[in-house]
């Protein structure tokens, strides 16, 4: 994990890479669980049986529970002290390249691409360039620039 002592240091490090996250395995309770949580119940997911018939030979997670495990991995791999608060601010670019099959492994790897610091409202704007790999696959799951604000500790 890089660890930075505030969002300057963070902004000194635009065009490195970051690091990867662990790997991290999709299991058949994990799609249940955000299939429940979404209402999304297509069959590819969470009917194994009917899958194993289907376009990708078995059930495959949706395309955004393996985003939601965005913010954990890149937890694994960045963080910024002196912040009182981190803020989502949204995804550019994003695209699925690969189904994530039951069973599958994934992990984060990030670059930071932009940042810029706006002193005067206390917040700091950074652009990671993610690729969520999936083990063994020739692609990624998917790829993104997530944009994320840094809300500095005294505002």
């Known amino acids: 994990m890089r660890v930075f002592a505030d969002p300057q240091a963070l902004l000194d490090a635009i065009g490195e ?11 058949q ?7 429940d949580a979404t209402g999304d119940h297509q069959w590819i997911h ?5 899958a194993q018939a289907g376009p990708f030979g078995g059930p ?21 002290e002196g912040i009182a608060a981190q803020v989502n601010q949204g ?14 492994k994934l992990r984060l790897v990030v670059d930071l691409k932009t940042g810029r610091r706006f002193a005067s409202r206390g ?4 652009v990671y360039g993610i690729t969520c790999e999936l083990d063994g696959a ?5 790829t993104a620039d997530f944009r994320v604000l840094l809300h500095d500790a005294q505002s």
Do not use: C
Request: without cysteine; aromatic residues 8%; negative net charge.
């Open 123 to 126: 917040f700091t704007e950074v």
């Open 138 to 142: 020739r692609r990624p799951a998917y």
């Open 17 to 27: 890479r970051l690091g990867e996250s662990g790997w991290h395995e999709v299991t």
């Open 91 to 104: 995804l550019d670019k994003l695209r699925f390249t690969t189904p994530v099959p039951v069973g599958g």
């Open 60 to 80: 495959i997670a949706h395309g955004f529970l393996t985003l939601s495990m965005l913010v954990p991995m890149l937890g694994e791999v960045v963080l910024v």
């Open 46 to 50: 969470v009917d194994p049986e009917r």
């Open 29 to 35: 309770p994990h799609i249940g669980l955000f299939a």
